[in-house]
Nanobody, 115 residues
Framework: QVQLVESGGGSVQPGGSLRLSCAASRIIFSIRPMGWYRQGAGKQRELVASISSGGSTFYADSVKGRFTISRDNAKNTVYLQMNSLKPEDTAVYYC?????????WGQGTQVTVSS
C-alpha cells in the first residue's frame, strides 16, 4: 500500500491560516486524483477538496473561497491552503489518493481552530 504522509496541522486562532501537505509516491501521485477529507468530533468524514491529475478542483460549499487545493507533480505533493479558519473547521484532516471507496489514506493530522 502506498504511504501518504500529511504535515502542517496544528492550532490556530479564528481567522488564521494553515497549509497542509501530503506527500505520496511518484507513480500513485501522477495517475490518481488527490483529495482532503476531514472528520470533526462526533461527525462523519466529509470531502473538503479534491484535485484531478489534470488539475481540476472541487470544493465543499463550506470551504469555498477560503480553502485552496493544489498539487506539485515534481514534488509528488498535494497541498491544502486554509485561510480565514473558523472553529467549525476543527477536525482531523486526511489525505486521500484515488477516492474514498478504493483509495489510499493518510493517517490524518489534527487542525484546531480556537481562541
Amino acid at each position: 500500500q502506498v504511504q501518504l504522509v500529511e504535515s502542517g496541522g496544528g492550532s490556530v486562532q479564528p481567522g488564521g491560516s494553515l497549509r497542509l501537505s501530503c506527500a505520496a509516491s511518484r507513480i500513485i501521485f501522477s495517475i490518481r486524483p488527490m483529495g482532503w477529507y476531514r472528520q470533526g468530533a462526533g461527525k462523519q468524514r466529509e470531502l473538503v477538496a479534491s484535485i484531478s491529475s489534470g488539475g481540476s478542483t472541487f470544493y465543499a460549499d463550506s470551504v469555498k473561497g477560503r480553502f485552496t487545493i493544489s498539487r506539485d507533480n515534481a514534488k509528488n505533493t498535494v497541498y491544502l491552503q486554509m485561510n480565514s479558519l473558523k472553529p467549525e473547521d476543527t477536525a482531523v484532516y486526511y489525505c486521500n489518493a484515488g477516492g474514498a471507496t478504493s483509495g489510499i489514506w493518510g493517517q490524518g493530522t489534527q487542525v484546531t481552530v480556537s481562541s
